[in-house]
């Protein structure tokens, strides 16, 4: 079993306020690292896949980077609205193709 | 709506009961995952099947069990039920078998509980 870490565990900013939150993984039997955007009552919504080192994605407002040698990818929301709102997880997958999740980070932006 | 239905939304059964959850991927989709959340535990990986094989395995019980039809959807069976069992359940698809860098669509998931 690999060990994904994320921090914060929970974060709450104002509206308008960029943050950021990191998840951690053992590099090795390294394949790809997910991102996910789940929201209270409803399912996970896959946000990013990235699989290169030095890699980074963006979607809108909200964008990822990876490091593969030091095992970690940070997801950053710019400018942060209240539908913002939601668990964000990162999720390793190994050569094995086997997915192991993080605990999420929390986040609450206030109006 | 992702595409992906599952069904029962909602299963209360008794433990040492065997229950059957189904998931129906997107049109077109090939791979089928399942997931369990449960209270104490995060977001668990248990399998994925790609056209009908059993493609990658994850933190399954032998107790549980899964298929993938012709038609592309797919079953969890879980038997002997216990009271740890009570989670809900999702399945997600995806279009091909490389799943690990394929974008994953999750259905509404099925909440079982345990009794």
């Not at chain 1, 896949?49 to 407002?61: Q, S, Y």
């Not at chain 1, 990822?64 to 929301?77: H, M, P, V, W």
């Amino acid at each position: 079993i690999l060990n994904v870490e994320q921090s914060p565990q929970s974060l709450h900013v104002q509206e308008g306020d960029s943050t950021n939150f990191t998840c951690s993984f053992p590099s090795s039997n390294f394949y790809a690292l997910h991102w996910y955007r789940w929201e209270t009552a409803k399912s996970p919504e896959a946000l990013f896949v990235m699989t290169l080192n030095g890699d980074e994605k963006k979607k809108g407002r909200i964008s990822a980077t990876l490091n593969t040698k030091e095992g970690y990818s940070y997801l950053y929301i710019k400018g942060s609205q209240p539908e913002d709102s939601a668990t964000y997880l990162c999720a390793l997958t190994n050569t094995g193709n086997q997915f192991y999740f993080g605990t999420g980070t929390s986040l609450t932006v206030i109006p | 709506d992702s595409g992906v239905t599952q069904t029962p939304k909602h299963l209360i059964t008794a433990t040492g009961q065997r229950v059957t959850l189904r998931c129906s991927p997107r049109s077109g989709d090939l791979s089928v995952y399942w997931y369990q959340q449960s209270l104490d535990q995060g977001l668990q990986f248990l399998i994925q099947y790609y056209n009908g094989e059993e493609r990658a395995k994850g933190n399954i019980l032998e107790r549980f069990s899964a298929q993938q039809f012709p038609d592309l959807h797919s079953e969890l069976n879980l038997s002997s039920l216990e009271l740890g069992d009570s989670a809900l359940y999702f399945c997600a698809s995806s279009a091909v078998a490389g799943g690990s860098l394929d974008t994953q669509y999750f259905g509404p998931g099925t909440r079982l509980t345990v009794l």
